[in-house]
């Protein structure tokens, strides 16, 4: 039968054809040729009425059963093209794997995005952001709190002294060892109620090594009120601790002794590498201390000139370099004050 | 401290396991942490008693001792140079786990043959059982051990590792801790037997104590034992020592030592007959006074300092160390014992002052109560009189001219409400107080108790004080948890701290990298910049014992420790690299703390982009930091100047200080070629600082919108000859200075080519709106032809071709 093996030739040419498409806009020249109108498909159909009934049932099917079959390759290969399109360089697409044009981005320190992320969640508590000098008064730094000449607190704050004369000869100029040189401060300033958080460089006569630096960065926090309560304080050192450290957290409560609070408290949360069973980290005990805290001593208030009979007040401080140490596993505080921007471009 | 729990357990019943016991004690306040475990593997392991020594056949080195385990006896072969019969030892079965004395492993013990002769077990050396690294002899046991029992029954032990808080000297002593145990489990403490007979003459015949300092040394008592034999001391007293890391000397140090270890009380005895004149004298040094100490160093004394003489001399720093001179030696038949109490700030300056630290010094200056002083020394007494065949005199001398009766402290259930924001009953307040040992009385109210602190208790003085043990033995976890009532406090803050914030965030976007640096400097880095050697001038402050010169001066600028972050960073860093710093520098002011104006200081180096297949890198310049450092001000909404500027660090041709309100506060350049050269940089790089405490009142000025005009704008290029000399500045000011002119931007600057060499070409496209109209064109061309005309008389500006 002429017809059926003329079918069959134009059958594999088109696909031959077909095949040897490259380009998306030849895909419509294939398509009238094949398919169109006046294409030698289309003409067989129409020209079927002409044929016998035998012939005319053989060649019908056979001519529909090509012309979906080739509707299908060429749908099959518009995709294939479009694909190729996307995925390389073609004569008018891009190679959108190639790298962008580059904008120099930077990055916050991880310290100064910590102590941001502190300050924050106790903004949200009503408390203030509040700085002072890191130059100090021994008076500030020590005597308002408690801490004569001769108490052994003072030799766990090794102390640098600046080089520098009062009026009267005396040298009691130094760099601040805790941030709660604020305290009074803040206290002699502003009128209760109070509530503030004071975060700051501070620093101590020591050696660096991997745990130490001679300058590093702490917290304070300080309320003042009529009805301040250690339930209260603690309160909002377990909001901090949540929403800091996570909800699962455990937090821990304990006696500790600071010669500026009465009742004294230090909170330790569950260590967050073995998670309470003890390592390393938390030198076995399943706890890492985070701060230190307390109701403010009623010395210390009426060295600001508030009433301890009147008001009552909760203090507290905190460490803040090994927080991000903690959080992103540095194990080296250097690190932080190192500029060094193969550690910086971490975080 | 380390606190031995069998020491601990003569004073206190506990049926606590160690770690219980650390927890109670850690939550309470003084810390735990950690504890040692002796014996808790010493399965297998019991006392036994050589019989005989026999020689091993085949070996002289090595001996057959017969060993006495209560239920039987066994030979083992030994190699200990000291095997004696008679003596306890600690005998391991097979089967036993013990420490290889020479690896270090543990290993299970086996039946040997050794040379020829079985054995079956092994008599255990201090390092086999790893108590220590002693591995020579085998440990002999005190004779009082019982053969047949378990080694772990007898010296067993859990050595607690303490944190013992500076306000709580009494817990610097077992019988300390033993109250803290019993207060927190509801036990009593069970205290040592302090009776002694007095078989030796009257004390007062034959010493005699003189205080002539007394607010230097509140009490002093002292005893006096003749006839004592000095000599090693038994073995249960050398394991306490041990055990609370002190050295045993002998029999009467070492009592000396114990008690203070039990009572925390330090206790210092004198060789009777080298104490001149039969007298004890407590006085100040003298000027120019010498003592040699313990130690053999001569130490030079001054009347700020309390000693201990005899008639002639003096004998001891008081509290601090003895005197080599009155020190007991060997041949030493009679002591005084002294126990004493010393003012804590003269104890803390003498100790200081000499450079001597020790278990006395830290606790008289902690502040220990003087009336510890007599039942410790009761108690020294009997055990010196015990362990050493002494005779007591008759009585103690107590020179007490510093004694205080104690103040009752009145504590209502109000004020432990107001405070930790609980309501404890008065019941659960008096019992809380009274297991610590305060004695509560009646008050005249039913909802107080006043409250008289024991003897030991020298932290107590406040109510607070009184809260804060009720809270403690009750439980911190007793304690709700509850948010601050009551008004939120009035906000004010600082403006600065927000503004800081800005100015991060600002710099990070423009792709800056924030760094922080040490605050102290060092000569050598800020004598990096210029002018070379570094001025001084004003002098940098300085701290005055620096860690070394490294961190010697307090920063004047950020500068140096910035360009070192960059050389460093260039190590291992290509293409662009864009650094900043924000921190405080210090500026001295007479009689006063330095200022700390914030400061930052922003650092470009490198490739401008970095180099790709986009092209490009082309190193940074004036421009870029200049294009920061006006992309940084226009969004804080400030208006600078840029004037001429003298850094001398910097490029002189280029650099320029940002003027704020006509003053200068900030700069902006390139680096001086010799500043690249000293930082070791091989490329240009650019610097800007500024000032943001000074700047920040420009950036709190009132804004106050401006319309947007509903009617079109007229664009017009404009393209001038100028004279090199002038600036574009002063093209702005006349251009801007003109109505209806909303926007001016230079969008070409031509030198060379057709024009003379002493002109350049500055293009301009200026924007004229009005806010009330639509603009015509011949209103635009009038402004338009004022302007030219003004630039061509002002600056002689003609329009190019
Ligand atoms: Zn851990």
Redesign the interface.
Known sequence: MEMIKQLKELKSSALKELGAVSQAKDLEAWRVRYLGKKSQLTSILRGLAKLPIEERRQVGALSNQIKTGLEESLEQKARLLKQAKLASAGEEGIDITLPGRHFPTGRLHPLTQTVTEICDIFVSMGFQVVEGPEVEWDYYNFEALNITRHHPARDSMATLWVDAETEKGERNMLLRTHTTAVDTRVMEQMPPPIRVVMPGKVYRYEASDVTHVPMFHQIDGLAVDKNITMADLKGTLYEFARRFFGEDRKVRFRCDYFPFVEPGVEMAIECLVCGGTGCRLCGNSGWIEVLGAGMTHPRVLERSGIDPREYTSFAFGMGIDRLPMLRYGIDDIRLLYGSDLRFLRQF | MKVSLKWLEQYVDIDLSPAELADKL????T?A??WQVIGGNWEGIVVGQILAINPHPNADRLKLPIVDLGTEQQTVVCGAPNLKVGDKVAFARVGARLIDGHSGQIVQLEAANIRGVASNGMVCSERELGISDYHQDIMVLAAEAKVGTPLADFMGDVIFDLDV????PDCLSVIGIAREVAALTGQKVRLPDISYDETGAPIEEQISIDITAPDLCPRYSASLITGVKIAPSPHWLQQRLLAGGMRPINNVVDVTNFVMLEYGEPLHAFDYNRVRGRKIIVRRAEEGEVLVTLDGAKRPLSPDMLVIADAERAVAVAGVMGGADSEMTGRTTAIVLEAANFN??SI??TGYTLGLPSEARMRF??GISPELTVPALRRATRLIIELADGKAAKGIVDVYPGKQEPEPILLSTGEV??????DFSLGQIKTALASLGFDCQEAKSASEVKAIAPYWRSDIG?A??L??EV??VIG??R???????????R????P??GFK?EV??D??????????????TSLDLMNKLLPQPHPLEPEP???????STE?EY?RPSLRANLL??LE??RR??EG?????EL??V?Q?RP?D??D?PEMLCGLLAGPR??E???GGDEPVDFFDAKGVVEGLLHHLGVEADFKPADDESLNPAKQAAIVVGGKKLGVVGELHHKVIETFDLSEKACLFEINLTEILPFTLEHKLFQPISRFPAVVRDIALVVGLSVTHRQVMDVMTGFPLVTRVALFDLYTGGKLPADKKSLAYRITFQSSTKTLTDEAANKVQQKIIDKLSKELGATLRG
């Open positions: 850690t939550m309470a306040g810390e942490k950690g808080t500076p306000n709580r804590p700030p803390y300056h200056e902690r409400k107001r405070l930790l924001g609980v406040l607070e004080d809260v804060e809270a403690r911190y976890d304690i709700p948890v509850t948010m601050p009532g009551g008004e939120v406090p906000q004010n803050p600082a600065i701290i914030q991060r965030r710099l990070a976007g423009y792709g800056f990298y924030e760094v922080i640096t040490y605050s102290l402050l300085r701290v005055v014992r620096p860690m961190q307090l070192a972050a460093a960073n291992h860093e662009g690299i864009r650094l900043f921190g405080r210090y001295r009689n703390l330095p700390e982009f970095d790709s297949w986009h």
